[in-house]
C-alpha cells in the first residue's frame, strides 16, 4: 500500500462519515490519523455533541471487531478485562472474556468510574494485553480505544489520572456546531425518532483488516528526517522550560507526536513528513500532557493559547 492508496482510503471513511456526521471535520480527520498510528483518542465534550455517536459512526466504517462500556461507578474492572471462572462441570476454572477483548472499544463517560476501574484499561492502551491470574493475555493487534467524557459534570466524576490520559494519543474538543450546521442537524435528525444509529444511514466499512495492516506499516515507513526530529524534541522540551507550566510533556508524547505526524502525511498522501505536521497536531498530543501552573491558571491562560505560542516561538526547519 502506497501513500495514494491511504489518502484514497481516508477519503474514503470521510465520505461514508459525513453520511451521519455534519461537520466536525478536524475531529474525523484526527479519528484517522490515530486509526493509521495505532493511537487512542479521548473526546471531551458537553453532552448532545454527538461523541458517542461519532465513535459508533467511526467504527461503522471498519471491518473490526466493535465493544463499548458504559462507564459507571459502581463499574469493576473484572467487567472490562474478564475474569476466570470456576465451571463445576469441568472442575476447572474457564476464562470469561470481558468487553476489552475486541478491536475498537468505546469507553463511553470514562470519567463516571473509579480510578481503580480506570486503571484496568493502562495495560491494555499501553501493552495491548491484559493480565488475569497472573497469565498474559493479548488483545487485537488493532486494539483501539475511543473514550468520551463530559467537562461540565461536576458530581459523580473521577477525573483521569496523569498516567491515564497520557495513553491517549489525543484529547480532541468536541465543541457545538455553528449556526448553519447546527440547523442542518435539526433538520436531519429533527425528523427521526428515538435513539440514532449508523445502520440508518447505510454506513459501509471501508477497510479490512489486512488493508488496515498495510496502512499502519507503510505509515511506519514515512520519512521524518533528522532536522524534523529534533524540531520535535525541542518543542516538547520547551512544556518543561517554560513557566506557565507546572509539568511539561514527557518523551512518551515526543514519540506519539512523531507518529501522529507519519500519519497525517500519509492521509495527505506525502511519504515525508513536514513541520507543519507537527505544528498541526501539537495542541492534540500536548493539551493532555501538561499542568498549568498556579500563575497560569489564575490568569486564566488555557493550555491550547500557550501551546500555541511555544509552537510559534520554536524555530522549525526550513
Not at 144 to 150: H, K, L, R, S
Not at 222 to 244: N, P, Q
Request: contains cysteine.
Amino acid at each position: 500500500m502506497n501513500m495514494a492508496d491511504i489518502n484514497a482510503l481516508g477519503d474514503r471513511i470521510r465520505a461514508e462519515m459525513a453520511k451521519a456526521i455534519i461537520g466536525q471535520d478536524e475531529i474525523v480527520d484526527h479519528l484517522l490519523i490515530a486509526l493509521f498510528s495505532s493511537g487512542h483518542v479521548l473526546l471531551e465534550g458537553p453532552p448532545g455533541t454527538a461523541k458517542t455517536f461519532m465513535a459508533q459512526c467511526f467504527a461503522a466504517c471498519l471491518s473490526l471487531d466493535f465493544g463499548r462500556i458504559q462507564f459507571t461507578p459502581d463499574l469493576m474492572p473484572g467487567d472490562i478485562i474478564g475474569s476466570n471462572l470456576f465451571n463445576f462441570q469441568t472442575s476447572q476454572f474457564t476464562l470469561t472474556r470481558g468487553a476489552i477483548f475486541t478491536d475498537l472499544l468505546l469507553a463511553d463517560e470514562i470519567n463516571r468510574t473509579p480510578p481503580k476501574t480506570q486503571a484496568a484499561l493502562l495495560e491494555a492502551m499501553q501493552e495491548r494485553s491484559v493480565t488475569l491470574d497472573g497469565t498474559r493475555h493479548a488483545l487485537s493487534p488493532h486494539f483501539m480505544v475511543v473514550a468520551t467524557q463530559n467537562p461540565i459534570e461536576q458530581q459523580g466524576v473521577y477525573p483521569l489520572p496523569e498516567a491515564q490520559l497520557d495513553r491517549f494519543l489525543f484529547k480532541l474538543l468536541v465543541g457545538y456546531p455553528d449556526a448553519a450546521e447546527e440547523a442542518r442537524i435539526v433538520a436531519e435528525y429533527g425528523r427521526r425518532s428515538g435513539m440514532q444509529r449508523p445502520q440508518a444511514f447505510d454506513i459501509q466499512p471501508q477497510v479490512t483488516s489486512d488493508e488496515l495492516t498495510a496502512a499502519r506499516a507503510a505509515v511506519a515507513d514515512v520519512k521524518l528526517v533528522d532536522e524534523v526530529v529534533a524540531y520535535i524534541v525541542r518543542l516538547v522540551r520547551a512544556t518543561r522550560e517554560t513557566a506557565d507550566f507546572e509539568s511539561g510533556a514527557s518523551p512518551r508524547a515526543a514519540i506519539m507526536l512523531a507518529n501522529a505526524a507519519r500519519a497525517r502525511a500519509a492521509l495527505l498522501g506525502r511519504d515525508y513528513v513536514i513541520p507543519d505536521d507537527v505544528k498541526q497536531l501539537a495542541a492534540s498530543v500536548l493539551r493532555h500532557r501538561t499542568l498549568l501552573s498556579p500563575a497560569a491558571e489564575i490568569e486564566g491562560r488555557r493550555v491550547e493559547t500557550i501551546v500555541a505560542d511555544l509552537v510559534e516561538r520554536t524555530e522549525a526547519p526550513r
